[in-house]
């Protein structure tokens, strides 16, 4: 392991993982309301309604990415995007009520899972559109680039950060973003969660050429691809790259390869998918790989397991926590509503 994924850091990016882990398991089984990823029924009401994107298997990217941002940067999400949340300092309990909702959700229990927003963290929010989450990211990186050059004469190094996933880079707003970005020199850092599946169809085939990096390098964008299963080289990339956008060297593209181990949806079993091909990425899993690093860097087994406790019980408060809190007020549906203005379509 490198200096820069070692001690501190390295239980540290270990910790979050285990987090985000904890948090998909939990709430994919309170979406459930007791049915098994194999469809046997067990009774209970589905605590978490609607749809439910869960990232498990991908947290190495979030948590090797994250790391090296402050509350002042911003985020962009896409519909898979509790790890991304979590990762950037986002209230895990408030989340969690948020997909239970509640009123002492981040978004009052009206948003759900594919719109939570922190602004106190920098995120921005998650998109329930495929590829929504680019142009919002380089309409926010402008705003920074615009707001860096203070009459003062001082300047901020503020950057964003935009998750997005494979399926995304075959929609139009892919290129628009990556091209707005490059010709006004951005300090945007695109993170592409290549899981090779597109809701339900494989992605690869629907591809032409050779991926998000090709394309971001035709626009004349730097590309650097990853082990996204592996935390700490993922961290090592994100940190040379990050940097590289604070020094206001323009856009960049971490092109991190992971494996979409649920089904597209909490409830989707994925038959679509070859069997074979789960066992093998299963093998890869980030979590586990990280553990077997830490142990063969000395690391002792009941330290790793505290952790993985600590993450449990964490979890664990969260939940009771938006059982007991209440629902929103019937009022709370006339708030946050856009005005049409001078009331001509009463």
């Not at 190094?157 to 399926?167: A, E, K």
């Not at 990556?178 to 010709?183: G, M, R, S, T």
């Not at 020094?247 to 597209?264: E, F, N």
């Not at 938006?322 to 946050?336: K, L, M, R």
């Amino acid at each position: 392991m490198t200096s820069t994924t070692s001690g501190p850091v390295a239980l540290a990016l270990y910790r979050t993982m285990q987090r985000i882990r904890a948090f998909e398991n939990a709430a994919e089984t309170a979406s459930q309301g007791g049915v098994s990823a194999y469809g046997q029924q067990a009774g209970g009401a589905a605590r978490v309604r609607g749809p439910l994107h869960l990232s498990t298997g991908q947290e190495a990217v979030p948590a090797g990415v994250c790391a090296h941002l402050r509350p002042s940067d911003y985020l962009t999400s896409t519909h898979r995007g509790h790890g991304h949340t979590l990762a950037k300092g986002a209230d895990l309990a408030r989340m969690m009520a948020e997909l239970f909702g509640k009123a002492t959700g981040f978004n009052g229990g009206k948003g759900g899972s594919m719109h939570i927003a922190d602004f106190s963290v920098g995120m921005l929010g998650a998109n329930g559109v495929v590829a929504a989450g680019l142009p919002i990211a380089v309409g926010a990186a402008h705003a920074q680039k615009l707001r860096s050059l203070r009459p003062d004469g001082s300047a901020s190094d503020d950057i964003t950060v935009c998750f997005f996933g494979d399926g995304a880079i075959n929609r139009g707003p892919f290129l628009e973003a990556l091209n707005w970005a490059q010709v006004y020199g951005l300090p945007v850092l695109f993170v592409c969660e290549d899981n090779r599946w597109s809701a339900t169809t494989a992605s690869g085939p629907m591809t032409a050429g050779d991926g998000a990096s090709a394309r971001a390098l035709a626009l004349g964008i730097p590309a650097t691809p990853v082990d996204g299963n592996d935390v700490f080289a993922v961290h090592e990339a994100a940190g040379r790259l990050v940097a590289e956008v604070r020094a206001g060297q323009g856009p960049r593209l971490l092109h991190a390869l992971t494996y979409r181990v649920k089904g597209h949806v909490s409830v989707d079993v994925a038959t679509y998918r070859d069997p074979a091909e789960l066992a093998a990425a299963l093998e890869t899993d980030p979590i586990a790989r990280a553990r077997a690093r830490l142990r063969a860097d000395g690391i002792k087994e009941a330290r790793l397991a505290h952790i993985e406790r600590e993450a449990l019980a964490e979890v664990q408060a969260a939940l009771d926590a938006a059982d007991a809190a209440p629902w929103p007020e019937a009022a709370a549906a006339f708030t946050d509503v856009q005005t049409t203005g001078a009331g001509q379509w009463r």
